[in-house]
Nanobody, 128 residues
Framework: QVQLVESGGGLVQPGGSLRLSCTASGFTSGYYAIGWYREAPGKDREGVSCISMNEDRLYYLESVKGRFTISRDNAKNMVYLQMNSLRPEDTAVYYC?????????????????????WGQGTQVTVSS
């Protein structure tokens, strides 16, 4: 059974940093592409960043470029999202997801595949 568990969310002041972690387990067919999505109140869920299985593709939402960094440690089945210079508009529930491919559609990173898997989400609140 595939499981994705996010951690690391919280309350931070504008300009601050957080590191989100995603622990993946239960994959029986090797590694997957992993992505981070977010959903703010009243808005659609949007792709924030994604990384391919072998890390040769990394994509970011335009508004987080230069501030967020995605990385993965396949030996530990972990994926991270380092978020710096946080802004109030980054406030959202952040979800970790897995599928076959990490691609960019227009300006938005998305995961594509036959199946996708989602974590429960972790709240990030940026406020003074």
């Amino acid at each position: 059974q595939v499981q994705l568990v996010e951690s690391g969310g919280g309350l931070v002041q504008p300009g601050g940093s957080l590191r989100l972690s995603c622990t993946a387990s239960g994959f029986t067919s090797g590694y997957y592409a992993i992505g981070w999505y977010r959903e703010a109140p009243g808005k659609d869920r949007e792709g924030v960043s994604c990384i391919s299985m072998n890390e040769d593709r990394l994509y970011y939402l335009e508004s987080v470029k230069g501030r967020f960094t995605i990385s993965r440690d396949n030996a530990k089945n972990m994926v991270y999202l380092q978020m710096n210079s946080l802004r109030p508009e980054d406030t959202a529930v952040y979800y970790c997801a897995a599928s076959d491919k990490c691609v960019i559609l227009g300006t938005t990173p998305v995961l594509l595949g036959r199946e996708d898997y989602w974590g429960q989400g972790t709240q990030v609140t940026v406020s003074s």
